[in-house]
C-alpha cells in the first residue's frame, strides 16, 4: 500500500529523495548533485511516495515557493523499477493538495517536451513558448489551485 507523504529537511528520509533524485535525473545527464545547494533546499517543501510493506521511497518532488501566490514544482522523479504504475499521478496531486493548503493560489513548472502530456493529464496547461536549457527543450506548465 502506498502512502504519500512530507519528509523533513535534513531527515535520513531527506537524504534517500536526494539519492533518488540525483540516480533518476541527475545521473542520467552526467550532473552531480552539489552540496552548495542543499542550504537552500531548508526552504522547500519535501514530498515523497512510499510503499509502506518495507518502507522503501518510490518517487518524490520539491515544492519552491517563488511568492505568497506562486510554488514552483521541481525534480519529480519516480524510481525506475515503479515507473507507469500511477506513482507520479498520484504524488502531483497529493502535492497540490498540499500547495493548496499552505495558501498558494498557482502551481508553476518546467516540463521536458516528453512528459508534457503526462502534466496536462494532471490539469496543467502550457504556457509561453517552449525553452531550451542545457541542451533540453522544456514547456512552462501552469496549473490553478
Ligand atoms: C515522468 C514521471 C514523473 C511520470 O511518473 P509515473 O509514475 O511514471 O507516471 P504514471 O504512472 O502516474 O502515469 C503514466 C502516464 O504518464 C505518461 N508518462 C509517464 N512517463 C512518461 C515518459 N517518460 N514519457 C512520456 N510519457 C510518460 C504517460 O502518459 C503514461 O501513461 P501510459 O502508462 O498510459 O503510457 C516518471 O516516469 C519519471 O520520474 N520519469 C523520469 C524523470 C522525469 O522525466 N521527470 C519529469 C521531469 S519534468
Given at each position: 500500500?502506498?502512502?504519500?507523504?512530507?519528509?523533513?529537511?535534513?531527515?535520513?528520509?531527506?537524504?534517500?529523495?536526494?539519492?533518488?533524485?540525483?540516480?533518476?535525473?541527475?545521473?542520467?545527464?552526467?550532473?552531480?548533485?552539489?552540496?552548495?545547494?542543499?542550504?537552500?533546499?531548508?526552504?522547500?517543501?519535501?514530498?515523497?511516495?512510499?510503499?509502506?510493506?518495507?518502507?522503501?521511497?518510490?518517487?518524490?518532488?520539491?515544492?519552491?515557493?517563488?511568492?505568497?501566490?506562486?510554488?514552483?514544482?521541481?525534480?519529480v522523479a519516480i524510481a525506475?523499477?515503479?515507473?507507469?504504475?500511477?506513482?507520479?499521478?498520484?504524488l502531483v496531486n497529493y502535492?497540490?493538495?498540499?500547495?493548496?493548503?499552505?495558501?498558494?493560489?498557482?502551481?508553476?513548472?518546467?516540463?521536458?517536451?516528453?512528459?508534457?502530456?503526462?502534466?496536462?493529464?494532471?490539469?496543467?496547461?502550457?504556457?509561453?513558448?517552449?525553452?531550451?536549457?542545457?541542451?533540453?527543450?522544456?514547456?512552462?506548465?501552469?496549473?490553478?489551485?
Open positions: 500500500m502506498r502512502k504519500m507523504l512530507d519528509i523533513d529537511f535534513g531527515s535520513s528520509r531527506y537524504d534517500e529523495l536526494v539519492n533518488l533524485r540525483y540516480k533518476v535525473l541527475l545521473e542520467p545527464l552526467g550532473l552531480k548533485f552539489l552540496d552548495k545547494y542543499r542550504p537552500k533546499e531548508a526552504e522547500y517543501l519535501h514530498i515523497g511516495c512510499i510503499e509502506q510493506l518495507d518502507d522503501k521511497l518510490l518517487g518524490g518532488l520539491i515544492l519552491v515557493p517563488i511568492d505568497n501566490d506562486e510554488i514552483r514544482m521541481m525534480q525506475p523499477e515503479c515507473q507507469g504504475q500511477g506513482v507520479g499521478h498520484e502535492a497540490i493538495k498540499r500547495a493548496k493548503e499552505a495558501g498558494y493560489t498557482r502551481l508553476v513548472m518546467h516540463a521536458m517536451l516528453s512528459v508534457v502530456g503526462f502534466y496536462e493529464d494532471l490539469g496543467f496547461h502550457q504556457e509561453g513558448d517552449i525553452f531550451e536549457e542545457g541542451g533540453i527543450t522544456f514547456a512552462r506548465m501552469v496549473k490553478e489551485i
